[in-house]
């Protein structure tokens, strides 16, 4: 099991920027593919975007690509969620998680995940 915590959601002007980042404990982390969802309420949780353990593959939904950059640094255990030209749309409870079947494919559904951290809050004004 991977322990996540979320840090760096606020308020935010439409057009601007926030750098979300989620710091791991547990010494599964370098291995662990690693995601970024979020969740309004009353809408299921949906993915925007996911890593794999080395980096070198990543994955987004059309409605953050271009906008959204997911990255990791494994010597810090912390995976990082760099969102640009926000959008009113885009306010959201941000949630990270860890992959957790163990597989060499990208998880990209929120049943891949098994470890999630608490959440944080990305309100972005019009």
């Known amino acids: 099991q991977v322990q996540l915590v979320e840090s760096g959601g606020g308020l935010v002007q439409a057009g601007g920027s926030l750098r979300l980042s989620c710091a791991a404990s547990?010494?599964?982390?370098?291995?662990?593919?690693m995601g970024w969802f979020r969740q309004t309420p009353g809408k299921e949780r949906e993915i925007v975007a996911a890593?794999?353990?080395?980096?070198?593959?990543?994955y987004y939904p059309d409605s953050v690509k271009g906008r959204f950059t997911i990255s990791r640094d494994n010597a810090k255990n912390t995976v990082y969620l760099q969102m640009n030209s926000l959008k009113p749309e885009d306010t959201a409870v941000y949630y990270c998680a860890a992959d957790g079947r163990g597989s060499v494919a990208l998880p990209l559904i929120r049943n891949d995940f098994g470890s999630w951290g608490q959440g944080t809050q990305v309100t972005v004004s019009s």
């Open positions: 547990g010494r599964t982390f370098s291995m662990s593919h």
């Open positions: 890593i794999s353990w080395s980096g070198r593959r990543t």
